[in-house]
């Protein structure tokens, strides 16, 4: 399942299976599904991996990068603790 999703990656050496697709919404790139519906591509990376993200949650790019969308990078967090993530990275973690 989802292997036209898969194949709009590119794996790169450091990890990240970065999205190639051009359209962004609100900053986040988002993709079209099969069915014409339109969905933030690292939300879709997670329930394709088979997990669930609850009603509040918001999923969060441990590798920092918008464009990532390897489940391993991604976390689902709520609100509050995906603010507080960002809180505490700061610049000098950058390599975290
Ligand atoms: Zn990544
Ligand atoms: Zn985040």
Known sequence: ??????SQVEKKEDGCWLWLG???????PICT???GKKVQVHRLAVL???RT????H???????KTFCANP??????????HRWLHQKMQPKNLTI
């Not at 391993?72 to 603790?81: A, P, R, S």
Request: aromatic letters at 10%.
């Open 33 to 35: 599904t099969p069915k």
């Open 72 to 81: 391993d990078h991604l976390v689902v967090c709520d609100k509050g603790t």
């Open 48 to 50: 394709l991996s088979g």
């Open 58 to 64: 918001e999923v969060h790019h441990q590798c920092r």
């Open 53 to 56: 993200i609850p009603y509040d």
């Open 1 to 6: 399942m989802g292997h036209w999703f898969w």
């Open 22 to 28: 051009k359209e962004v919404m609100k900053g986040r």
